[in-house]
Nanobody
Framework: EVQLVESGGGLMQPGGSLRLSCLVS????????MTWVRQAPGKGLEWVSS????????SYADSVKGRFTSSRDNTKNTVYLQMDSLKSEDTALYYC??????????RGQGTQVTVSS
């Protein structure tokens, strides 16, 4: 059974940092691109970042470029999203997903990130 479990969300002040993690199981992790998407209150899903199976290729939405960094540890079946210089507009439910950009076929339950002073 394919499972994706996010963790690491929480409440952070503007300018702060958080690192999200997504532990996966049930498939050969290194064979897949992994993606982070988010959904802010009252809005639709927004693609945030994707990372290739080997971790060498990454891409980011313009809204997070230069502030967020995707990485992965294929020995731990885990993908990460390092979020720095957080802004209030980063407040959202963050999901990890198996796939590339919006072409994903599995998604976790999400972890809430709230940026507020």
């Amino acid at each position: 059974e394919v499972q994706l479990v996010e963790s690491g969300g929480g409440l952070m002040q503007p300018g702060g940092s958080l690192r999200l993690s997504c532990l996966v199981s049930g498939f050969t992790f290194s064979n897949y691109y992994m993606t982070w998407v988010r959904q802010a209150p009252g809005k639709g899903l927004e693609w945030v970042s994707s990372i290739s199976g080997g971790g060498r290729l990454t891409s980011y939405a313009d809204s997070v470029k230069g502030r967020f960094t995707s990485s992965r540890d294929n020995t731990k079946n885990t993908v990460y999203l390092q979020m720095d210089s957080l802004k209030s507009e980063d407040t959202a439910l963050y999901y990890c997903a198996r796939g590339h950009y919006s072409n994903y076929d599995r998604r976790g339950q999400g972890t809430q990130v709230t940026v507020s002073s």
